[in-house]
């Protein structure tokens, strides 16, 4: 019973999510901005996306948010809190966290 009552939950969401999505229009000339928390989420979240603009010739921009802190855990030389450190100061951004200027 519980696996019928599943099934049908996610045929009546499946169906209420396809009556209601409509297909994105894609205007010559128009731009895009991407926000991704880390590299490579764009890709699992708007691939099909950048994909279909990048064949019409259409400008992608992705803008990470990340300072990379987290992306070498084991590096010989550089710690977490330097390689965030040295992001936000090629960013021009305070070292310490702080806003942009």
């Known amino acids: 019973?519980?696996?019928?009552?599943?099934?049908?939950?996610?045929?009546?969401?499946t169906f209420m999510m396809r009556l209601c999505s409509r297909s994105y229009q894609l205007v010559p000339g128009?731009?895009?901005?991407?926000?991704?928390?880390?590299?490579?989420?764009?890709?699992?979240g708007c691939a099909a996306l950048i994909l279909t603009r990048r064949k019409l010739n259409l400008p992608v921009n992705i803008i990470y948010l990340t300072d990379g802190a987290g992306s070498h855990p084991n590096h010989p030389q550089l710690s977490p809190s330097n390689l965030a450190i040295l992001r936000r100061?090629?960013?021009?951004l305070d070292p310490n966290g702080g806003n942009a200027p």
């Open 1 to 13: 019973m519980k696996n019928i009552s599943r099934r049908l939950l996610r045929t009546a969401i």
């Open 89 to 92: 100061a090629e960013l021009g």
């Open 30 to 44: 128009s731009r895009s901005v991407i926000l991704a928390p880390h590299q490579d989420d764009e890709a699992f």
